[in-house]
């Protein structure tokens, strides 16, 4: 079972960019569904985008256009490019490898998770 460590969270102005990354101890060319998800103060988690192996991607409606999920098998990382950000988008963001459910993450390998800060 791999272990995931996120990177590239921080404090951040409204409208600025941060690129998050999420490296695997092991190979991720068999792991079909690489995730994000994040959880804000006194909220559930929630997904913030999925990328498939072969790079098809989906993402929650709230990050549409702003947000991009991409994948390097070779590199064993996942990355979440954020621009636009806003204060809502102020969690804890995790990464997931192999969910069985994409839509919560459940049953996949979790991060410790790397804190995201928007002020506004």
């Known amino acids: 079972q791999v272990q995931l460590v996120e990177s590239g969270g921080g404090l951040v102005q409204a409208g600025g960019s941060l690129r998050l990354s999420c490296t695997a101890s092991g190979s991720i060319f068999s792991i079909n569904v690489m995730g994000w998800y994040r959880q804000a103060p006194g909220k559930q988690r929630e997904l913030v985008a999925t990328v498939l192996n072969g790079g098809r991607a989906k993402y929650a409606d709230s990050v549409k256009g702003r947000f991009t999920i991409s994948r390097d098998n070779a590199k064993k990382t996942v990355y979440l490019q954020m621009n636009s950000l806003k204060p809502e988008d102020t969690a804890v963001y995790y990464c997931?490898?192999?969910?069985?459910?994409w839509g919560t993450g459940i049953g996949g390998v979790w991060g410790q998770g790397t804190q995201v800060t928007v002020s506004s």
């Open positions: 997931n490898a192999d969910p069985t459910d």
